[in-house]
């Protein structure tokens, strides 16, 4: 499972990360099913991430949708549940 792996990268890396949208919303409630990873990642820390976990860019179709976080009012309200940090779905 990816969010594993972001996990491991935080771990290992101190690469931080933040899970939005349905990846994010799934911890707050358990009763969606969803087929993207929807995730924050600082700027310089993005290509980074994209290589360690063996991504690669594509036209359409995608399963991982990482967002620049350009800065911290993205995740104001941002805790952490299980093991994941999470900020608003929305």
Request: hydrophobic share 40%; proline share 3%.
């Amino acid at each position: 499972m990816l969010e594993g792996k972001l996990s491991n990268l935080k771990r290992d890396m101190g690469i931080d990360y933040y899970l939005t949208g349905f990846s994010g919303g799934v911890r707050y409630a358990p009763v969606v099913r969803y087929n993207k990873v929807h995730v924050y990642i600082v700027p310089e820390d993005i290509l980074e991430t994209a290589v360690c976990l063996g991504l690669k860019e594509v036209d359409s179709g995608a399963n991982v949708i990482i967002y620049s976080l350009e800065n911290d009012s993205y995740k104001k309200d941002s805790r952490i549940i299980g093991d994941d940090m999470v900020v608003s779905p929305l």
